[in-house]
């Protein structure tokens, strides 16, 4: 069955530097998202993405970040100027409809130190 | 290769009845498995979890049970109530795999006044 595919795993990065989490979605799949985990809370929105722009974001979806889809394959997050708080997993999704028929990616952990 | 499934994608069920959302996975490594609730626009809300030496976990109205041997694991909601309309996702985890969550693709429950 296709998958949703992130990588890296795992990214330590100091502090001030800039970072890019990657995500292949399922092939066909219209509406891409990212949310993210800190350590102990709860799984938060970040952003979902459209016809090659953001349809929907959150409060923490500053100017320090932002989404891409470059070569029509790649899903990628950028963040510009980590910061120690950012330190969390970093879930992708896709899905044919929107909110609907998820499938996440298995995680990347971002350790900012 | 899918780890995770959730083979039906919406399940209806009338108010005060139960709820039965299944889920299944491949790989016996894994030994914590969690449910969320999602709605749109949302990131996944933790609801109840259980580790792989248990059959049995019960958090008010809802109720995880695991069958190892068969790699099946299941949520029930009693009674069920219409705020409980959402995306039901479960989860899995192995603690060798890096902190690695694997989701399903989701089960959408309506309840029906």
Redesign the interface.
């Known amino acids: 069955?296709?998958?949703v595919t992130q990588t890296p795993?795992?990214q330590v990065t100091q502090m001030g530097q800039e970072v890019i989490l990657r995500c292949v979605p399922i092939s066909n799949h219209l509406y891409f998202y990212w949310?993210r985990?800190i350590l102990g809370q709860?799984?938060?929105?970040l952003v979902?993405f459209y016809n090659n722009e953001i349809s929907?974001k959150s409060e923490i979806f500053d100017d320090q970040f932002s989404v891409e889809r470059p070569d029509g394959s790649n899903f990628t997050l950028k963040i510009r100027s980590t910061k120690l708080e950012d330190s969390a997993?970093y879930?992708c999704?896709s899905s044919l409809k929107r909110?609907?028929?998820?499938?996440?990616g298995?995680?990347t952990?971002l350790t900012v130190v | 290769d899918q780890q995770v499934k959730q083979n039906s994608p919406s399940l209806s069920v009338q108010e005060g009845r139960i709820s039965i959302l299944n889920c299944d996975y491949t790989n016996s490594m894994f030994d914590y498995f969690l449910w969320y609730k999602k709605y749109p626009a949302e990131g996944p809300t933790f609801l109840i979890s259980i580790s792989s030496i248990k059959d049995k976990n019960e958090d008010g109205r809802f109720t995880v049970f695991l069958n190892k041997s068969a790699k099946h694991l299941s949520l029930h909601i009693v009674p069920s109530q219409p705020g409980d309309f959402a995306v039901y996702f479960c989860a899995a985890y192995a603690a060798n795999t890096g902190n690695q969550f694997y989701f399903g693709t989701g089960t959408s429950l309506t309840v029906i006044p």
């Open positions: 069955e296709p998958e795993s795992h949310y985990q709860k799984v938060e929105f979902s929907e997993m879930f999704a909110n609907s028929g998820y499938t996440f298995s995680g952990r």
